[in-house]
């Protein structure tokens, strides 16, 4: 997983819960893996490895997520939980016009799985789930999932096939929204600028494509999702 490679190299001892690489020489635990296969810290390492299997680690153990701000914290909370909603939407019946455009735009199953695309329809059911699931106003406001007005509250991306954006840790912090109507005014909308969404600081994918992008020191790039 470290290297290109037609012929087995590296060897496994689930005993000793141990690998190594003979070609490369990499070599190590569960804990060492994860940090070079993903390029991260071995305090990341450890922290995503304990969330994998719902060990909570001592206060004291430093991480990204044990040092975030808890109201930045409920932000990302907000938008997980938006793109759970979104992804169920697809799944069910009600995603069957938004499943036939993507199906006719040539994206399969897995990818649209791989991408978690999901589908938000008209109204405001996306900002009520959320509401429901205990969220505030100002949380759903502040991400931009909902816009609050002299009209009332509006569902940003509803009728609308919806890709989430991540940051480099795979935390989603934002989504384009693609219209499904014949003459949309806006056929793409963004998540606008948030505390936890610059738009300048991100690259569509980057988490996924980053190990990848370091193994073969290149990479394509190319316009919007």
């Known amino acids: 997983p470290f290297h290109d490679d037609h012929n087995p190299s590296m060897s496994i001892s689930v005993d000793k ?3 190594k690489c003979f070609v490369c020489g990499a070599g190590g635990n569960v804990f060492s893996f994860v940090k070079d296969y993903e390029k991260i810290s071995f305090n990341e390492a450890v922290s995503r490895l304990a969330d994998k299997v719902g060990i909570k680690l001592d206060d004291s153990f430093t991480s990204p997520k044990s040092t975030i ?34 199906s006719k735009r ?4 897995d990818v649209i799985d791989k991408f978690e695309i999901g589908y938000n329809p008209m109204g ?30 509006k569902d940003v991306f509803e009728g609308r096939v919806i890709f989430p954006i991540h940051n480099s840790n795979g935390d ?3 989504f384009s929204a693609r219209s499904l109507e014949a003459n949309p005014q806006s ?9 936890i969404y610059q738009k300048g600081h991100l690259l569509y994918n980057y988490h996924r494509a980053k190990a990848d992008i370091k193994k073969q020191q290149s990479v394509i790039l190319v316009e919007g999702v």
Do not use: H, W
């Open 17 to 19: 819960q141990i690998y």
């Open 69 to 102: 701000d808890p109201k930045i914290q409920a932000y990302y909370d907000v938008l997980a939980e938006y793109l759970r909603f979104i992804r169920y939407n697809l799944a069910s019946d009600m995603g069957n016009s938004a499943k036939t455009y993507l």
């Open 106 to 109: 040539g994206l399969s199953s």
């Open 124 to 153: 405001s059911s996306g900002v009520d789930f959320l509401l429901a699931k205990g969220y505030t106003l100002e949380q759903c406001s502040s991400t931009n999932v909902a816009r609050v007005n002299e009209f009332g509250t």
């Open 172 to 174: 989603v912090c934002g």
């Open 187 to 195: 056929k793409y909308i963004n998540t606008a600028e948030t505390v």
